[in-house]
């Protein structure tokens, strides 16, 4: 006779369980997909994503698993179902592999929210004109923090070398030990051959402002890219929009160039100071000079001193240190920064070179 009251000696088998509306039991336990085929982001277009399986296009779209998990060109992802590549055929990501690095950057200096752009990149190529137009060297400086920030290797890319020589910008950023490659026209294979080299078996980023010839650069470097080049106004600068999202596209004899959409603000809003500063490696001995919590921007820090005293450098290390300083201005909002360090926008159309 079943015992009342008490401990009855029941189990969890003799409770009864009411039947819900499948027969398998509900579990948060996400499937393993253990069969899913890893895949190379290449393209991102209003929630379709363009991945490479060895030699094979595959277009797919995000599983609802994922969530808001943000995918972006360069992620390593694996996929399930169709896989074929065959018009018409979606597969889906189900997983996102951990990434190496993450090139970011925030609305504006201000904002602190930050947007990934290119994920597991290797290194970041600036595309800089010697002239016309004339060399911005902060916005060079903004692309070389966000690269040491994300672990990537800075290339410089001076292009139109015929117009002007590199020997303004190549003693500045020595010191930092940057790489580069300095081109003329015509951009001939012997011309191109030093950059060749430095992209070749890389994952690399490619960024520029306006009219610098970055959509003429990748065109020749991969003949079939077809990245449109649009005319610039010389008066304004502004030019027609010729790219809309960033693209990974397969050099020649190996390694991936991403070109990048004109950016028309690069912010390093979500940074913080000390960040910005650690990009400045050249300026990394006067900064150990500086009082604790310097915040650089005052008359108690040591690099000014530091800076005076450094003899023939002191003029390429004083540009820096000015260009440290505008950054960190510029985060304090309007007011903070100088009119002269704006952020100097991108627009999306490139001329021919």
Not at 249 to 277: C, K, N, Q, Y
Request: hydrophobic share 40%; glycine share 12%.
């Amino acid at each position: 006779m079943a015992q009342r009251g008490g401990h009855s000696g029941m189990d969890e088998d003799d409770v009864r369980v009411r039947a819900g509306h499948g027969s398998r039991p509900r579990t948060r336990r996400r499937p393993a997909h253990a069969e899913a085929a890893r895949a190379f982001v290449t393209a991102v277009d209003r929630g379709r994503y363009r991945c490479v399986i060895g030699d094979q296009v595959v277009t797919a779209m995000k599983a609802r698993e994922l969530g808001k998990g943000n995918i972006v060109v360069g992620d390593t992802v694996s996929l399930t179902g169709d896989v074929s590549g065959a018009p018409g055929t979606l597969a889906r990501v189900v997983r996102i592999e951990p990434r190496r690095t993450v090139l970011r950057r925030s609305p504006d200096d201000t904002d602190p929210v930050e947007r990934a752009i290119v994920a597991n990149a290797d290194q970041l190529v600036i595309v800089c004109a010697l002239a016309d137009p004339p060399p911005r060297l902060r916005l060079i400086d903004r692309f070389l923090v966000a690269a040491y920030d994300a672990g990537l290797e800075p290339v410089l890319c001076l292009t139109k070398a015929d117009l002007a020589g590199p020997e303004s910008i190549l003693p500045v950023y020595a010191p930092l030990g940057v790489r580069f490659a300095v081109l003329g026209r015509p951009l001939s294979h012997e011309m191109l051959a030093d950059l060749r080299g430095l992209l070749a078996g890389k994952l690399s980023v490619l960024v520029g402002h306006s009219g610098v010839g970055k959509s003429t650069l990748v065109n020749t470097l991969i003949p079939d890219a077809e990245r449109a080049v649009g005319a610039v106004n010389v008066v304004t600068g502004r030019g027609r929009h010729t790219s809309s999202s960033a693209v990974a596209l397969a050099l020649p004899g190996g390694g991936w160039l991403i070109d990048t959409p004109g950016l028309r603000s690069f912010g390093l809003g979500h940074m913080s100071p000390e960040r910005v500063v650690r990009a400045f490696g050249d300026l990394a001995e006067g900064a150990e000079r500086c009082p604790p919590g310097c915040d650089h921007l005052g008359p108690d820090c040591a690099l000014d001193g530091w800076v005076a005293a450094a003899g023939a450098d002191a003029g390429p290390l004083a540009a820096r240190l000015d260009s440290l300083r505008r950054l960190l201005r510029s985060k304090e909002g309007p007011e903070g920064a100088d009119g002269a360090d704006a952020e100097e926008p991108e627009r999306d159309g490139d001329p021919q070179t």
